[in-house]
């Protein structure tokens, strides 16, 4: 079974450019979320989908932040106009529904994104 | 308000020896979900270990365990016998039962294992 991927891995744009990431969650899973790590911090819950809706978006930093998820398959997350504080690492993570908070939701590698 | 809080931002080990991951968090909720994950320098989220706060028995996965101490609101991670492969980020992190959408993570612990 594949896991979760992450596309791109890596990024480094200039800031004020638009940079789209994409998630490809677990095949199945309905549940899938963001989340961001800035240099040194701790990672933090951006926004969850139950399928093609967005059940929480409370973490989303500000309206440059678009996140979509049509079709309920995969995820993409646009930054736009991007800023240098938004560098870090998107991690994108999924579970199948149903599940409390005893499951665990299973991580994809990160996209680590750089903005100059 | 919930929190997690992780006091070692790195830690040196001898190989073979047993390390001790701090992970103290702060929640009024009862039911809630304790995890550690393992970061390589790959980047991956790899999950180790979870207990249930309404688990009795510590949760055992192979070479790591958890110290969970419902009282004093702690959950630290022990690796027994240490392998240079266990060098990575470790992060503590919660999930409660009344917003099972999120998960809440700790700053995180940089383990490095010496040969």
Same mark, same amino acid.
């Given at each position: 079974e594949a896991g979760v991927t992450q596309f791109p891995s890596h990024s480094v744009i200039e800031k004020g450019q638009t940079v789209t990431l994409r998630c490809d969650p677990i095949?199945?899973?309905d549940n899938l979320y963001w989340y961001r790590r800035v240099m040194g911090k701790e990672i933090k819950f951006l926004l969850h989908f139950v399928k093609e809706s967005k059940?929480?978006?409370?973490?989303?930093? #500000? #309206?440059r932040f678009l996140a979509e998820r049509t079709g309920g398959t995969y995820s993409t997350l646009k930054v736009q106009? *991007?800023? $240098?504080?938004?560098?870090g690492v998107y991690f994108c993570a999924s579970s199948p529904l149903g599940?409390?908070?005893n499951y665990e939701q299973y991580f994809g590698p990160g996209t680590r994104l750089t903005v100059t | 308000a919930q929190k997690i809080t992780q006091t070692q931002p790195g830690m040196f080990v001898q190989e073979k020896e047993a390390v001790t991951l701090d992970c103290t968090y702060d929640t009024s909720d009862q039911s809630y979900g304790l995890f550690w994950y393992k970061q390589p320098s790959s980047g991956e989220m790899i999950f180790l270990i979870y207990q249930g706060s309404y688990d009795e028995q510590n949760a055992t996965e192979g070479r790591y365990s958890l110290n969970f101490q419902k009282a004093r609101k702690s959950a630290n991670l022990v690796i027994s016998a240490?392998? $240079?492969?266990?060098s990575a980020m470790y992060f503590c992190a919660m999930r409660f039962a009344?917003? *099972?959408?999120k998960i809440i993570f700790g700053s995180g612990t940089r383990l490095s294992i010496r040969p």
């Open positions: 095949s199945g899973h059940q929480d978006e409370s973490g989303m930093p #500000n #309206n106009p *991007a800023e $240098l504080e938004d560098s599940q409390g908070p | 240490s392998q $240079l492969g266990d009344v917003d *099972a959408s």
